[in-house]
């Protein structure tokens, strides 16, 4: 069995005990990759002869002092910078970009003394829900080749489910962690908005984007937001807020806690196979002490168009600097300036980024702004109250991450409902900022199936506490895909 399916506790006792070395756990990861990513496609490029020479190099430090992600394997998805490796947003434009520094999350999990084993394939600059758009490759989802992994962070979900990586990193604008988790069946945890720096993240809407972990267990995913959260004085968004040990919150006891059901995240729209799972889910919270009510996020039916509005208008607004003169694609042959701003954008971009870029100018357009950016912010504004109000009484909220399962490549949902309902799950959590966390919950037709839990500003800790209780009381985390040699 590779060392891949093994949780960071056992693989540093393995580590510990002399049984492995980090050169051997790392040499692990590169044949999972070898062996699989043909079908998978989750990595866009490798950093095998700097990683190899990194375990080395670990395997001579001293033991004492090491961390619980000391010598394991991460793979980065490939917006967050990382120095002299190549980072191109899955997009034409930066194809030959290589960044001269590393984000400020790549700092950290070296510093943890993870070994990076290279990027992770992603919607062309994080806009879409399938991996289908980047420019460069489709990724597939492990448990179902013929199926898509989620978006965007599709390689960085699959990367883990597949046994190559026991952990990544992801980005989730409007549920791009926790969509693609419940559809690769992994753990995917969305952060308070500021918990984690952005500084080195390429934006897409600076004002919804956050790193999140993406890990097989619950305990992995905390030991990594440990790792890379704090406070960042080179992002003028990161929060000051003090950083608790996630890891502690593991109590498995959750007597006493008030779970909160909206119930329009039961509603139309929500595949029934998927209802039927989070009920049992929430009986599972009930047997172990948790109490159950319904309520009712009246503004979260506007959470699409608010969304839309907000992410393209920001958009527009990052995606100005990439424009064929300072770095990035730029066109050949270009007579003129003007010339060289239109070819290049118009042939470096992916239809679904233009169509994006358009949206949002035309949204902060003058003859357009108060009517659809300033109404969105005051709409954003009354979403993120509804959350406060359930809050004043509930400790977490709780629901499907997605309204169905994994769907065929090439197929995407046409049912209006099923993509409203869809917004409605994911968009709003990163609207309000708050954090939301995806467990495996059950699985349909042999595709997993995510519950997603929501918490207050900066209550990791809680969300932390009932999917680790949820995950001891199932075991949905410990299947994995039959795919290929080596898994089980």
């Keep these: 069995m590779t060392l891949m399916k093994k949780t960071a506790a056992e693989l540093q006792a393995l580590l510990h005990n002399g049984e492995v070395s980090v050169k051997e756990v790392t040499e692990d990861s590169f044949k999972q990759i070898a062996a699989l990513d043909g079908q998978v496609k989750a990595f866009l490029a490798l950093t095998e002869e700097e990683a190899l020479a990194k375990a ?38 930066l194809e030959n970009f290589v960044p001269v520094y590393d984000a400020t999350v790549v700092e950290k999990v070296n510093e943890a003394g993870m070994v990076s084993v290279g990027k992770l394939n992603m919607d062309e600059f994080a806009m879409g829900s399938t991996t289908e758009r980047s420019a460069f490759q489709t990724t597939h989802n492990p448990w179902n080749l013929d199926c898509v992994p989620g978006g965007s962070s599709g390689g960085s979900a699959a990367a883990v489910a597949a046994g190559e990586v026991p952990f990544s990193l992801g980005t989730d604008t409007g549920g791009s962690v926790r969509q693609p988790a419940a559809f690769c069946g992994v753990v995917g945890m969305k952060p308070t908005y500021g918990r984690v720096s952005r500084n080195g993240l390429v934006a897409f809407a600076s004002s919804l984007d956050q790193i999140g972990p993406i890990t097989r267990t619950v305990e992995d995913n905390a030991l990594l937001l440990n790792a890379i959260s704090g406070v960042d004085h080179r992002d003028s968004s990161s929060s000051q807020q003090q950083v608790p040990d996630f890891k502690a919150a593991l109590t498995g006891d959750i007597k006493g806690l008030r779970v909160a059901v909206p119930k329009e995240y039961l509603g139309e729209g929500i595949a029934e196979d998927v209802k039927d799972k989070v009920r049992a889910s929430l009986k599972v919270l009930e047997s172990l002490g948790a109490t159950i009510g319904e309520v009712t996020l009246p503004h979260s039916k506007y959470a699409s168009p608010t969304y839309y509005a907000i992410a393209t208008a920001e958009a527009s607004s990052n995606l100005a600097r990439f424009d064929g003169i300072r770095y990035g694609y730029r066109a050949e042959g270009a007579k003129n300036l003007d010339e060289i701003y239109l070819r290049s954008r118009a042939e470096g971009f992916g239809t679904e980024v233009k169509k994006r870029i358009l949206y949002g100018t035309y949204a902060l357009s003058a003859d357009h702004h108060e009517d659809l950016y300033v109404k969105a912010m005051k709409v954003r504004t009354l979403i993120s109250q509804d959350f406060a109000s359930v809050f004043e009484n509930y400790d977490v909220i709780v629901g499907p991450t997605s309204a169905t399962t994994a769907y065929e490549i090439g197929g995407a949902v046409k049912d209006q409902l099923t993509l409203y309902a869809n917004d409605i799950l994911t968009v709003s959590v990163n609207l309000a900022g708050i954090p939301a966390i995806s467990i495996p919950c059950g699985f349909s037709d042999g595709l997993p199936i995510g519950l997603q839990i929501i918490g207050k500003h900066f209550d990791e800790e809680t969300l932390y506490r009932v999917a680790h209780a949820f995950e001891q009381a199932t075991d949905f985390h410990k299947r994995t895909p039959s795919l290929g040699e080596g898994t089980n």
């Excluded at 670990?58 to 004492?64: A, H, I, Q, V, Y």
């Excluded at 090491?66 to 490796?85: A, S």
């Design 56 to 93: 080395a190099a670990l395997d001579n430090s001293p033991k004492e002092g090491r961390g619980p992600l000391f010598g394991l394997p991460i793979g980065i998805k490939d917006n967050i910078v990382t120095k002299g490796t190549a980072t191109t947003c899955a997009s034409k434009m």
